[in-house]
Every structure is written in C-alpha cells, then in structure tokens.
C-alpha cells in the first residue's frame, strides 16, 4: 500500500512539472505571438514590442537593430587640425553609464567621465537639442561632464535590450578617450563635435595604438603635433 502512494505521489509531482513547464512556454498559436512574429519578419517591432516577443519566448536578453546617427564629418588631416581649434578637446576617462529609451525604436545612453587633462578650451557651441539631464548620474563633480551617445543597454519589463550605433562603438571604463566636445561649464554637458570621429582611444601613458592610424583625429595629431598631446596643447595655446 505505501509503495502504492509513493508512486502515486511521484507521478502526480511529475506531472506537475510537466504541467507548469508548459505553462512557461508560449503558446503556439497564440494570435499575439503570430502578430508579433509577422511584424518582426517585416522588420517593423517597437522596442516595446521586442520586450513583449521576447518575453512570450522566455528571453531575458535581445538585441534590437542599430541606428546609424548623423553628424558633421571632416575629410582629411588637415581639416580636422583646424577644426581643433573651434571646440575643447579633453582627455577624459568614463566611470559610469546609464541607458534609457529614447522613442519607441531608439535607445541613448549617458555617461559621466572624469577629466584627466584640458588640451584645448573653447567657448560652447550652441545646442538645439532638448535633452533630459540623467539624475542617476548625478552629483556632477567639478573635475566631470556628461557625454550624450546613441545606442546603449536598458532594461524593460524584466528583459535587458541592447541597441548599437553602427558608427558608435560603447565607451568602455578601463580605457582613457580624447573627445572632441562642445562643453557647456553651466550644465557639465559634452556634446560630441563630429559624433565617432570626435573620439580617439589612447594608450595609459597618452601614446597611441598603431591600431587606430586610421583615425583622422590620431592622423592630424601625429602629423601636426609629433604625436603628442602635451605638444598639441603647447601649439595650440600660442
């Protein structure tokens, strides 16, 4: 008899998890999820839709479509060492990040970075972006800004999305960056000048990585300026 009952109760526990695994799946031929699935084969989910998808699948994580931003570019080395000379070129280091939904299909991100080094100071452009300034973020210090970037991580409803510029890698904190910024000393905001052609990783000790020649920023330092910022800084204070 209790060989009986232990059998009955193990069959009815796996049935249970059988039961609740189930209910864990989405439904087949759930109309939402066919309406999702169609919209996500025409390329035409909301990021909110992209959550609610990824939840019917049981995902915790998805990657939605990068953006491609647009911004002002320079052409040669030459143009671009002239164009130093009309914004602040910093040398700074990120310490910390948020993301956050920016419209229905695009995520930004802000971060904050500590200033190692001022090479060039100039007045602020003006700005006709409308931006709300991240309170997480917040406080500001007086050695610190904020750098606006498109693309980012955020997460909604339980699921984290990941979106990326296509021009735009992420800062990473364990790198040191020259931006080439629009920086406003009332609201600590750095608007990058020329999006990615406006950032240029350098080594620890301020040398640069053969790796990044490419970059018109690195070309026009290297040949203007003998490669070094300490150099730049001097011919662009006379």
């Given at each position: 008899?209790?060989?009986s009952?232990?059998?009955?109760?193990?069959?009815?526990?796996?049935?249970?998890?059988?039961?609740?695994?189930?209910?864990?799946?989405?439904s087949?031929?759930?109309?939402?999820?066919?309406?999702?699935?169609?919209?996500?084969?025409?390329?035409s989910?909301?990021?909110?839709?992209?959550?609610?998808?990824a939840?019917?699948?049981?995902?915790?994580?998805?990657?939605?479509?990068?953006?491609?931003?647009?911004?002002?570019?320079?052409?040669?080395?030459?143009?671009?060492?002239?164009?130093?000379?009309?914004?602040?070129l910093?040398?700074?280091?990120?310490?910390?990040?948020i993301?956050?939904?920016?419209?229905s299909?695009?995520?930004?991100?802000?971060?904050?970075?500590?200033?190692?080094?001022?090479?060039?100071?100039?007045?602020?452009?003006?700005?006709f972006?409308?931006?709300?300034?991240?309170?997480?973020?917040f406080?500001?210090?007086?050695?610190?800004?904020?750098?606006?970037?498109?693309g980012?991580?955020?997460?909604?409803?339980?699921?984290?999305v990941?979106?990326?510029?296509?021009?735009?890698?992420?800062?990473?904190?364990?790198?040191?960056?020259?931006?080439?910024?629009?920086?406003d000393?009332?609201?600590?905001?750095?608007?990058?000048?020329?999006?990615?052609?406006?950032?240029?990783i350098?080594?620890?000790?301020?040398?640069?990585?053969?790796?990044?020649?490419?970059?018109?920023?690195?070309?026009?330092?290297?040949?203007?300026?003998?490669?070094?910022?300490?150099?730049?800084?001097?011919?662009?204070?006379?």
């Amino acid at each position: 008899m209790k060989k009986s009952i232990v059998l009955v109760s193990v069959l009815l526990a796996v049935a249970a998890v059988g039961i609740s695994t189930l209910s864990q799946r989405p439904s087949q031929g759930s109309p939402r999820l066919e309406e999702l699935e169609q919209k996500e084969n025409r390329r035409s989910l909301t990021i909110e839709e992209t959550v609610e998808l990824a939840k019917l699948r049981g995902k915790k994580q998805v990657l939605v479509p990068g953006t491609i931003s647009l911004h002002p570019v320079v052409k040669t080395a030459d143009e671009m060492d002239k164009t130093l000379s009309s914004f602040s070129l910093v040398l700074a280091e990120p310490i910390a990040e948020i993301g956050y939904l920016g419209n229905s299909n695009t995520i930004n991100s802000w971060y904050r970075f500590r200033l190692v080094d001022q090479i060039i100071q100039a007045p602020p452009r003006a700005s006709f972006a409308r931006r709300e300034l991240p309170r997480e973020l917040f406080p500001v210090k007086n050695d610190e800004f904020l750098v606006p970037i498109p693309g980012g991580t955020v997460t909604l409803d339980g699921v984290e999305v990941t979106q990326r510029d296509q021009n735009f890698p992420p800062f990473e904190q364990t790198k040191r960056y020259v931006l080439l910024v629009s920086l406003d000393p009332s609201t600590k905001v750095a608007e990058l000048a020329l999006g990615s052609q406006s950032v240029l990783i350098v080594n620890a000790d301020n040398s640069f990585d053969a790796h990044f020649d490419h970059q018109l920023l690195q070309q026009a330092i290297k040949q203007f300026h003998n490669g070094s910022l300490d150099q730049l800084k001097r011919n662009k204070q006379k």
